[in-house]
């Protein structure tokens, strides 16, 4: 039994008939991402290593699991070959595991801790664009390669030096590998997110507040009243889907190399001086 049987065969889906494998998709973002792909006409894989959340959600949405730790190579290539033999083709590959942290001061950083880090947060990310690619290439269909940034790449301040480090790398590889494979059909654009109050960042919340009982709202309420220019209203994970969908799209079929930023405008403006713009001066 398919549960999205209906949702394939509807011409208004935006990604009809289209196959897509998400990393990091058993919750959070990356699960949102799921849902809505597969409501729009997507057969998704789901990989990411947490089986029971994974298998869970795959079933609901007429998708396929596969225990995937992007860290390592033959994992995500195992993934890709999984879609391939599902389906027999993979149109999008969105890279969207990741983890936080460590926190600390540049001085005294554990470099076990940052390598342990830029495994999954940036040599995750070239598994995939590498094992993608070579699908989508081989599939002569080009393909969409979205990758997951962070607000955090793009302005200081906002998460740990790995953190940053590993996905402010990632924007430049989405360039060069852009650069490369814009022959063959295929795009890679960057997503970034910021704010949204997935397990990640409650996590992070709770640490760096010190504060057990924070609730996913109350980051939300935190991120709109001081994290976003459009004041009150922070991000969702479905914020950040829909973007994905955008890009995983037809719709989004001339842009390549890009990063789209999901952060209520936060990272363009200090608004610090917006007094100037009621003043009569
Ligand atoms: N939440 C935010 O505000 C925010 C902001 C900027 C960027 N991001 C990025 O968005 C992505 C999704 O994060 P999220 O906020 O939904 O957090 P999350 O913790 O809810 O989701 C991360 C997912 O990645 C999976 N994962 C972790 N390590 C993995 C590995 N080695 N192999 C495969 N899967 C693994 C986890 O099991 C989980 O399902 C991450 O790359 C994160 O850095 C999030």
Redesign the pocket.
Known sequence: MDPCAEDRQSPSKRLEGKVALI????????GATAKLFAKNGAYVVI????DELGSKLADSIGGRYIH????KEEDVESAVEFALAWKGKLDIMFN?????GPGGSISSLNMEDVRALLS??LF?IIHGIKHASRAMIAGKNGGSIIC?S???AIMGGLASHAYTAS?NAILGLAKTTACELGVYGIRVNCI?????A????LSAYRTCLGRDDLQAEDVTKIVGERGSLLRGRGGS?EDVAKAALFLASDESGFITAHNLVIDGGYTSACSHMSPIYTSKV
Do not use: Q, W, Y
């Not at 995937?68 to 860290?71: I, L, R």
């Not at 970034?192 to 949204?196: I, L, N, R, T």
């Not at 997935?198 to 960042?201: G, Y």
């Open positions: 990393t990091g998709s058993a919750r959070g973002i990356g990989a990411d290593i947490l995937c730790d992007v860290s969207n595991a990741g983890v936080s999954i947060n995750g997951s962070s607000s955090a996905k970034s997110p910021h704010g949204v997935s397990e990640m960042l994970m």
